[in-house]
C-alpha cells in the first residue's frame, strides 16, 4: 500500500508534455511621436496713412518720420510744413510653430498553421506525446510490479 501511493504520487509530480510559450493573443503598444518645427516666414505689415500740419512763425520747420514725405512751404510769412506717410507694405520676421503628432500601434498576433503531414500518427506515437516519455516509462515499470506482486508472493517485493 505504502509503495502504490510512493508511486501514485511520483506519477502525480511528473508533469510530461509538449511545451508551448505562453503568448499574449492580443498584445498591443501605442508609441506616440510628437516633432515641433519652428518655420521662419516673412510677413507684411501695412502702415496706416497719417497727415500732420505745423504752422509756425519761425522760418525753419522740420519733420522727419522714415515712411514719411515732407513738404514745407512759405506762404505770407507763415512757414506750413506738411508731413504725408507713404502706404508702405513692411516685411516682419514671424516664427511660427507646427506640431506634428502622429501615433503608431503595435499588434502582435499569434498566427496558428496547420500543415498536413504525410501519415497520421500512431496509436503507440500519439499515447507517448500525451503521456511523456519518463512518465510512460514509470507507468510501465509500475503495471510490472503490480502484475509480479500479485502473481507472485506478497512479501517477494516489501520495501
Same mark, same amino acid.
Given at each position: #500500500? ?14 510530461? @508534455?509538449?511545451? =508551448? ?5 492580443? !498584445? ?24 500732420? /500740419?505745423?504752422?509756425? #512763425? ?5 519733420? %522727419?518720420?522714415?515712411?514719411? $514725405?515732407?513738404?514745407? /512751404? $512759405?506762404?505770407?510769412?507763415?512757414? +506750413? ?13 514671424? %516664427?511660427?510653430?507646427? $506640431? ?6 503595435? =499588434?502582435? /498576433?499569434? +498566427? ?5 503531414? %504525410? ?5 503507440? +506515437?500519439?499515447?507517448? &506525446?500525451?503521456?511523456? @516519455? ?5 507507468? &510501465? ?13 506478497? !512479501?517477494?517485493?516489501?520495501?
Amino acid at each position: #500500500m505504502r509503495t502504490s501511493v510512493i508511486f501514485a504520487f511520483a506519477l502525480l509530480l511528473s508533469a510530461c @508534455g509538449v511545451a =508551448r510559450p505562453v503568448l499574449d493573443r492580443d !498584445n498591443t503598444t501605442t508609441e506616440v511621436k510628437t516633432v515641433v518645427e519652428l518655420v521662419h516666414d516673412t510677413t507684411t505689415v501695412e502702415l496706416p496713412v497719417y497727415v500732420e /500740419r505745423v504752422a509756425t #512763425m519761425d522760418t525753419v520747420s522740420r519733420l %522727419e518720420n522714415k515712411f514719411a $514725405v515732407s513738404e514745407a /512751404r $512759405v506762404s505770407g510769412g507763415v512757414l +506750413q510744413h506738411t508731413l504725408e506717410t507713404k502706404a508702405v507694405k513692411l516685411p516682419v520676421p514671424v %516664427e511660427s510653430k507646427i $506640431v506634428y503628432k502622429d501615433s503608431l500601434v503595435y =499588434r502582435d /498576433r499569434v +498566427q496558428t498553421i496547420t500543415k498536413e503531414v %504525410e501519415k497520421p500518427l500512431s496509436g503507440w +506515437q500519439k499515447a507517448k &506525446i500525451r503521456v511523456g @516519455g519518463v512518465c510512460f516509462f514509470i507507468v &510501465i515499470i509500475y503495471v510490472i510490479y503490480l502484475i509480479l506482486h500479485f502473481i507472485y508472493k506478497p !512479501n517477494l517485493f516489501k520495501l
